[in-house]
């Protein structure tokens, strides 16, 4: 019974927004420039920090399989940050930030160099946030360890009497096992990418100049800051089209690139 | 050869350090920052050692906004989103993976379909529903929706059941089981991986929660930890070494929790990550 009440609970909140849902609010949302604005901000940090986090979190999680000593304490090392979230971390960064006191430009200056007044600069204010997400990259770094532990070692013995160097062992026999973890993380990072909030509220309330409107502030702003329900309802469906157009191109694109074993290769 | 293993584990070690390096300083900063004097988070060139400690910061962190006022609060959330979560989780999850019944297999396609859904489309109409009930400025929007389980866990959830021998059912049926008794009494104390996941889970999702609080939470008596350091931000731009302390003082127990059970949070990421 609890069962079927929750089921209840989901599907009727898919329906009950279509109500809000006007044609009027999508030719309104046309013609807001902040729309196409937020939209661009939010896709940008998508299309730059989820491969940041893939490259470093795969490079980690590489060097970390090396058999090496010590790996509970690096394990614990790289995971800790991405277990900090909200505000307090939001906080932190900021104060990292901070162009005149904070750490980042402090240590630049003891090197001769005038940093740039990262959140409050424009241009810079939208790659800080993205340089603050590698921060939790490992989360992912441990789950790419845990599916490199999962490859056969007789695969990488079969390629050394084949003659197979380090590099080509990487390319032609890890990478390959781990697309379907790759996949998975592709998928998950871009939806998250898409609904950063927090961030962006504390840090930079969007700015500067609007650098950091982030597709789900902006919802929040019409919302509850102007009071434009309908209009903020639209601008969500707008939000979960796009993860679901995403999430479909990128499956469709996967059946090229995502190998799972079991299954031949056809070239 | 030996020897060039021997290098390369060298510079693996050295890799990996410089990383670690990496993800401690903006931790050991804020450590640093929330121990120093007012005059000394503005020294150049940066001193790392505060001289002296200054753990009054601390003290005076915590009169400056009603620390323990919004930590109690975000508390109450916290236990009774747990409490609410591993309930209704680990009872739906069991009827999709036990019990027998129509629209099973169909009901759950849908929960699957509503993974899809990210959390945002469903805030308005949250809001407006809320609204009528005259729930605003209450922490039941904050706790109530945790009583309706959540598709990600319930699907792993489900899946770890399935895991567990049927022949346990089996015999504590015979031994005259309802299926109330099958679920306390076989499936629960069987389920502590599954358990401790989602009561993490909860826990770091609702002690960092900030966009339902800031929405639904507006007299400043009933804020969160996270509210409370958004209008500590507010307040006192400037005084930076005291609002790292409260933000430290929010981080720790996460951080307590995290050394605790790390074992937990490093099964339920690469279960999360790897099974799919």
Sequence with gaps: MLASLGLAFTEWDLITPAKFVGLNNFQTMLNDALVGQSLKVTILYALTSVPLNIFFGLV????????????????????????????????????????????????????????????????????????????????????????????????????????????????????????????????????????VFTQAYIMT?????????????????????????GFASALAWVVFTLILVLTLLIYRSSTSWVFYEGESRKS | MAQRRAIGKLFTHLALLVGVFFMFIPLAWTISSSLKPAGDIYLFPPKWIPDPFRWVNYAEAVTQIPFWRYLGNTTIITLTSIFGKVLSVTLVAYAFARLQWWGRDFFFVIMLATMMLPPHVTLIPQFIIFKELGWIDTFLPLIVPQYFGGPYLTFLARQFFLTIPRDLDDAARIDGCSSWGVFWKIIMPMSTPVIAMVVIFTFNGQWNEFLNALVYLQNSRNFTLALGLRMFQGEAAASWHLLMAASLLTMLPVLVLFFAAQKYFIQGVVFTGVKQ
């Design chain 1, 60 to 195: 980690i999680a590489l060097l970390l399989n090396a058999n090496i000593i010590g790996l509970r304490f690096y394990r614990t090392a790289y995971y800790l940050p991405s277990v900090l979230s909200g505000v307090a971390v939001a906080l932190l960064w900021r104060w990292l930030f901070s162009p005149e006191f904070g750490l980042i430009n402090q240590t630049l200056a003891m090197v001769g160099i005038t940093g740039p007044s990262w959140l409050g600069d424009q241009n810079w204010a939208l790659p800080s946030l993205v340089l603050m997400s590698v921060w939790s990259v490992g989360a992912g770094a441990i789950i790419y360890l845990a599916g490199l532990q999962g490859i056969p070692t007789e695969l990488y013995e079969a390629a050394e009497v084949d003659g197979a160097q380090g590099l080509q062992r990487l390319w032609l026999i890890t990478l390959p096992l781990m697309t379907p973890v790759l996949f998975f993380q592709l998928v998950v990072g871009i939806i998250n990418a898409l609904q």
């Design chain 1, 205 to 229: 309330s969007g700015g500067p100049n609007n650098a950091t409107l982030f597709v789900i502030l902006y919802l929040y702003q019409n919302a509850f800051v102007y009071q434009r329900m």
